[in-house]
């Protein structure tokens, strides 16, 4: 039983290492080994360079994307139109990590209880 573990073990690490290994060798190939910047530019950046050099190439705007997503969800939001499962996913999600964070309270309360001999006196 112990070797069938370590051996399974043994493939699992081998496999692991391998897939890496072929998707380092995949990027350098391609040539992708080094990412490119993400740039993002605000409409602030875009009017000052614009004001500075009136020839100056016009470059494209690059929305802010999470003021964008943080403005759609503030409408959706104002406008109380929820989709029917992200509210049961939501209640769901609540439920799990109420129903955790209670069931860790008791393991720790036992083991400190436990530990600290504080059982029943």
Do not use: C, W
Request: proline share 2%; no cysteine.
């Amino acid at each position: 039983m112990k070797k069938l573990v370590v051996r399974t073990l043994l493939i699992g690490v081998l496999l692991l290492l391998g897939a890496l290994f072929g998707v380092q060798q995949i990027n350098e190939t391609l040539g992708i080994s080094q990412p490119e910047p993400l740039l993002t530019e605000t409409k602030e950046s875009i009017e000052s360079n614009q004001g500075e050099g009136g020839n100056q190439k016009k470059e494209k705007y690059i929305p802010n994307i999470q003021a964008e997503l943080a403005e759609k969800k503030q409408k959706v939001q104002d406008s109380e139109r929820f989709n029917f499962f992200s509210d049961m996913g939501s209640q769901l999600a609540e439920g799990f990590n109420y129903a955790s964070r209670s069931l860790l309270t008791q393991i720790m309360s036992f083991v400190h209880n436990v530990l600290n001999g504080e059982g029943n006196e």
